[in-house]
């Protein structure tokens, strides 16, 4: 496989994950949606500082809302 074949299958699965991302973002409440636009910010800011356990945490916190969006919305 070339390099520019691998470049390509890791563009599609980002692209895959960042439409799974909206496809659940747009099925959460307006309340876990508020929260995550203050959660997404400060994940970017600690994996930009190098903060890699802030940034799992944040990932963790993150994870938590959006599962229970999916329990609250029947």
């Known amino acids: 496989m070339s390099t520019a074949q691998i470049v390509q299958l890791q563009q599609d699965a980002s692209l895959d994950e960042m439409?799974?991302?909206?496809?659940?973002?747009?099925?959460?409440?307006?309340?876990?949606r508020r929260i995550l636009s203050?959660?997404?910010?400060q994940l970017v800011a600690l994996e930009q500082a190098g903060d890699s356990d802030g940034a799992l945490s944040i990932i963790e916190e993150v994870k938590t809302i959006l599962w229970e969006g999916r329990r609250t919305r029947h």
Do not use: C, D, S
């Open 38 to 41: 203050v959660l997404m910010p």
């Open 19 to 32: 439409n799974e991302f909206r496809r659940h973002l747009r099925a959460l409440g307006p309340v876990q």
